[in-house]
């Protein structure tokens, strides 16, 4: 096709199952992306550690290339899709200095080295786009920055891992335990081979740290973000979620709190097993499925859903960045900034306020359930269900208690308590709950 | 505060339940707009009417005029929230040819003018923006447009009318008839006096139109649109829907529809009472709000969740709109510009394969289901499901059937030859079902 502007050049940093979508359907769709932008999109390159490795795809191999800093140097748009630190930062630092655009799907180095890389592209007048960072195909970043651009967030919640999510979907439908749920994981490809990224929460807090920070128009580095992985859900815990209505979700939370006694207004980021109530909407997503829910003032109760992971998936929202970012080429004019002018303090979990259930296994006697309630009503944690179940034979009693909101601290407090209290035998869970 | 710019002028023109709202927030928010702007937003002036009617909130009385066209001779940017067709046009186009952006949340003159008007943009070098005129606060305009601008959309399905879903939540929730559940929403202020709009599809049909043209790239002119209303859904057929596993939904649906038997490639859109699975996301968004479901090439399938009407729900997503003018207003730069390249036919309904339940009343004698099968088999109908029920005294029986896929040519004929069996007393309902 002929077109007003001569071809755009774009180079591929990484060749995974993202970047060799991303390459298949930039060859594809040559003609049609060329009409959306109103110029060709021509893939110059794409860099790889090792010529030799297996790719999936057919993709042309006079494409590949080991000389990333040559491929970066000769192309306008530059798509990072290497994953990991380094050398992706210094990649993508160079591209920014030699005045292109990159795209990225990278949300270790951004939730990492954000604020330093948004910093040098709005010196140099360039762009960095990261919708595929968070949420796969599902558009979240750009609703964040953009759409609500003129509203007040005040919560956003999110299955953001699918992987883990798979597990939990398994555990509560199957009555597997986690590590059975795992194995079954791995097999099918949903789980690496080492999963503790996923499974100890630590992809889902990079991309907690990503939300709360378009959210609330602040810095939240990583390391701040409370983590609590699933390595610890059991099969019995599930089960007694669901005997009470709920679902057993990992959540990545990011919470505006509202000043108080001297604390100023902050938010608070946390990523952890959550119960969620069956007709909540988060309670429905299932599979390897993402979604994220979003409470802002105006706008009332939002949510994205979608293929988390994948991909086609991914390469999807990378294609997206990249129409934007050649239409940008092509015109000139502003690109998003991250504005982090609110630059709200981080409070500590601590600081957070919602429900619990609890699960204690108690001696059978008269008083222990007053004794119990006590410990509870001494910390000013009001009680709103307590179900009792035998345990077993000679083990005492099951007690399940839900309660209303109350603060990380005085819930810290109770628990300690119910430890050193003689009718406890042991706090066999203790969970967050949300969505009510 | 102070800005490194001169403030940006913001004109108003409609003062209604969104209009009041817009108002009160950029008073409000003035500060934190600002801050995110990177200079301030002064609301100049809001053009009413009759400055003497009563108005929600207590704006400033000085900011109203009756002089829409000296209010948007003196603005950088102007909102229009007056809705309807004129004088709502002409002062789009005359804020347009004065170089202001426009804001606007009219789906009823974009669904009708939108090819005018953006063309009138495009050569002037101005913008349009109408997030708010789809979905209320639900970010959907924005992820068409930007976030799948890689990705080869195939069809899109959407409950867009909040009025519809309030009715028929009723409808099946408490088994009231479609005029007691409109006169419920009438009362609760769901639905208007004259709820004509809203009930015969009118609305959702210029949502379709919008929704089609953004996701094919094509001109879709709002008469194009195949509509149905609600007014003949019975309480039986939501009974009867939900024994077989199914909900009622008022679905705004665009598709695109392979080329086929020398028919060309093509889209069609169409507004219609549909059966979705209960399990099916779309099943789940009750009462006023919205859903739209996506299915793309790569990205697979979305779902964009939220309030779809409301003052300040809808607000939101205006201001949202707002501060993406106003930062293009300091910096200058290409707005988002609508290509309708792919100029795709619009198809007949006939033209859509889809599937139906049918609802028969028939003579309770031998061998009238095999008479009634045979019809369905003459017009290869193929039928997955048939549940047969005694339909009252001396009544006969009621067949409710639900087919395969089929095309809406096969089935109309499929109907006009039972309406003309001699076993059939009457065909009650015929309904499509999506979502499987």
């Given at each position: 096709?002929?077109?007003?502007?001569?071809?755009?050049?774009?180079?591929?940093?990484?060749?995974?199952?993202?970047?060799?979508?991303?390459?298949?359907?930039?060859?594809?769709?040559?003609?049609?992306?060329?009409?959306?932008?109103?110029?060709?999109?021509?893939?110059?390159?794409?860099?790889?550690?090792?010529?030799?490795?297996?790719?999936?795809?057919?993709?042309?191999?006079?494409?590949?290339?080991?000389?990333?800093?040559?491929?970066?140097?000769?192309?306008?748009?530059?798509?990072?899709?290497?994953?990991?630190?380094?050398?992706?930062?210094?990649?993508?630092?160079?591209?920014?200095?030699?005045?292109?655009?990159?795209?990225?799907?990278?949300?270790?180095?951004?939730?990492?080295?954000?604020?330093?890389?948004?910093?040098?592209?709005?010196?140099?007048?360039?762009?960095?786009?990261?919708?595929?960072?968070?949420?796969?195909?599902?558009?979240?970043?750009?609703?964040?920055?953009?759409?609500?651009?003129?509203?007040?967030?005040?919560?956003?919640?999110?299955?953001?891992?699918?992987?883990?999510?798979?597990?939990l979907?398994?555990m509560e439908?199957?009555?597997?335990s986690f590590?059975?749920?795992?194995?079954?994981?791995?097999?099918?490809?949903?789980?690496?081979?080492?999963?503790?990224?996923?499974?100890?929460?630590?992809?889902?807090?990079?991309?907690?740290?990503?939300?709360?920070?378009?959210?609330?128009?602040?810095?939240?580095?990583?390391?701040?973000?409370?983590?609590e992985g699933i390595t610890k859900v059991t099969a019995l815990q599930i089960e007694t979620a669901r005997e009470s209505?709920y679902a057993v979700?990992l959540?990545?939370?990011?919470?505006?709190?509202?000043?108080?006694?001297?604390?100023?207004?902050?938010?608070?980021?946390?990523?952890h097993p959550t119960l969620?109530?069956?007709?909540?909407?988060?309670?429905?997503?299932?599979?390897?499925?993402?979604?994220?829910?979003?409470?802002?003032?105006?706008?009332?109760?939002?949510?994205?859903?979608?293929?988390?992971?994948?991909?086609?998936?991914?390469?999807?929202?990378?294609?997206?960045?990249?129409?934007?970012?050649?239409?940008?080429?092509?015109?000139?004019?502003?690109?998003?900034?991250?504005?982090?002018?609110?630059?709200?303090?981080?409070?500590?979990?601590?600081?957070?306020?919602t429900r619990y259930q609890v699960t204690l296994r108690v001696?059978?006697?008269?008083?222990?359930?007053?004794?119990v309630?006590?410990?509870?009503?001494?910390?000013?944690?009001?009680?709103?269900t307590v179900d009792q179940n035998?345990a077993?034979?000679?083990?005492?009693a099951l007690l399940t208690i839900t309660t209303?909101?109350?603060?990380?601290?005085?819930l810290d407090?109770v628990v300690?308590?119910l430890r050193?209290?003689?009718?406890v035998q042991n706090v066999d869970s203790v969970i967050r709950v949300?969505?009510?």
């Open positions: 096709m002929q077109t007003a502007y001569r071809p755009i050049r774009v180079a591929l940093l990484g060749a995974g199952s993202v970047g060799s979508q991303v390459a298949r359907l930039l060859i594809e769709n040559k003609e049609e992306l060329a009409q959306r932008v109103g110029a060709e999109l021509e893939l110059t390159g794409i860099a790889v550690r090792n010529l030799d490795s297996k790719r999936e795809g057919n993709l042309p191999s006079h494409l590949f290339t080991t000389d990333a800093e040559a491929l970066i140097e000769s192309s306008d748009l530059v798509i990072e899709l290497m994953g990991g630190i380094e050398p992706a930062r210094s990649y993508v630092r160079m591209a920014l200095n030699s005045g292109a655009d990159v795209i990225t799907a990278n949300k270790a180095l951004i939730a990492a080295h954000g604020p330093e890389l948004f910093d040098l592209a709005e010196q140099l007048g360039a762009q960095l786009y990261f919708e595929a960072a968070v949420g796969g195909a599902i558009p979240i970043i750009r609703p964040l920055r953009e759409s609500l651009a003129g509203d007040k967030v005040n919560k956003v919640m999110g299955i953001v891992n699918g992987t883990t999510n798979f597990i979907d398994r439908s199957t009555g597997a590590e059975d749920a795992l194995r079954e994981a791995q097999d099918l490809g949903y789980a690496e081979a080492d999963p503790t990224a996923d499974v100890e929460g630590f992809d889902a807090a990079s991309k907690a740290a990503i939300l709360a920070s378009l959210a609330f128009h602040s810095e939240v580095p990583v390391e701040q973000v409370y983590r209505g979700k959540l990545a939370i990011c919470e505006r709190i509202p000043a108080s006694d001297g604390q100023p207004e902050g938010i608070a980021v946390r990523v969620i109530p069956e007709e909540h909407p988060l309670a429905a997503v299932r599979g390897a499925y993402n979604a994220v829910f979003v409470e802002a003032e105006s706008a009332g109760q939002l949510m994205f859903y979608g293929a988390g992971a994948g991909g086609t998936q991914t390469a999807s929202a990378v294609l997206g960045d990249l129409v934007g970012a050649a239409k940008r080429h092509l015109a000139g004019g502003p690109g998003l900034a991250d504005s982090v002018h609110a630059n709200l303090p981080i409070l500590p979990v601590q600081a957070v306020t001696t059978d006697l008269p008083g222990v359930l007053a004794s309630a006590t410990v509870f009503a001494n910390h000013e944690v009001s009680v709103e035998p077993g034979k000679d083990s005492g209303h909101e109350a603060s990380e601290r005085d407090s300690a308590d050193s209290n003689a009718a949300e969505g009510i």
